[in-house]
């Protein structure tokens, strides 16, 4: 079975600080895509950042850039500048890439309060 | 701006009752997703549907069912609620296709008493 795996369920990082939120994953498939989605308080779900397997080169948007190493299937997000606006449950998610039309599954999430 | 929208944002039931919790999207998207979110236990799946009149079961159908009559919207329905149904939940869609990512309506919390 296809699983994602989130270690930490809290974190708190400074404003203005880095942060890194890990993710592992577990598959036998070589094709697939990874998400990042961040659920402020407002509880909206937004995407984050995309990774498509077969690319080598890490996803960046902005401040937020993963950290893909797809032999150890981790699929970490480095959050540099850290905002007051990034506190939220951040969920990592990972879908096959195969013919079949497969569903997104979810890791448990991770809590990050960004501290004045 | 696409979006995703479920018609409730609160909505406080009695046991017994049957309820309808209802999503619209208007981005002409193939699939619609209902998930339930419950502290520690992250999101899972409890329908969803790839096309107009088709359902599958998620991970935890179990007490629910849907409906999808037209092609933007998925409707979630409690036929009996229960309290242990007291939760939120979120409705998504996407376009066919693996690599493209859910968009989420901002959930609807659902209080059973």
């Known amino acids: 079975a296809q699983t994602v795996t989130q270690s930490q369920p809290e974190m708190s990082v400074q404003e203005a600080e880095t942060v890194t939120l890990s993710c592992t994953y577990d598959t036998s498939e070589s094709n697939y895509y990874l998400f990042w989605y961040k659920q402020p308080p407002s509880r909206q779900m937004i995407l984050v950042i995309r990774?498509?397997?077969?690319?080598?080169q890490n996803a960046t948007e902005n401040r937020f850039s993963v950290n893909f190493q797809k032999a150890a299937k981790s699929f970490s997000l480095k959050i540099s500048d850290s905002q007051l606006g990034d506190t939220a449950m951040y969920f990592c998610?990972?879908?096959?890439?195969?013919?079949?039309?497969?569903?997104?599954?979810f890791g448990k999430g991770t809590k990050l309060s960004v501290k004045p | 701006d696409v979006k995703v929208t479920q018609s409730s944002r609160y909505l406080v039931k009695r046991t017994g009752e049957k309820v309808f919790l209802e999503c619209v999207q208007d981005?002409?998207?193939?699939?619609m997703f209902w998930y339930r979110q419950d502290p520690g236990l992250g999101l899972r799946l409890i329908y969803f549907s790839y096309d107009v009149k088709m359902k599958e079961k998620g991970d935890i159908p179990e007490g629910y069912s849907v409906s999808r009559e037209k092609k933007e919207r998925f409707s979630l329905i409690l036929e009996s609620a229960s309290t242990n149904q007291t939760s939120m939940y979120l409705c998504?869609?996407?376009?066919w296709g693996q690599g493209y990512g859910y968009t989420f309506g901002s959930g609807t919390r659902l209080t059973v008493v």
């Open positions: 990774q498509e397997a077969y690319k080598q």
């Open positions: 998504a869609s996407s376009l």
């Open positions: 981005m002409d998207h193939e699939n």
């Open positions: 998610a990972f879908i096959s890439g195969g013919g079949s039309q497969g569903n997104l599954i």
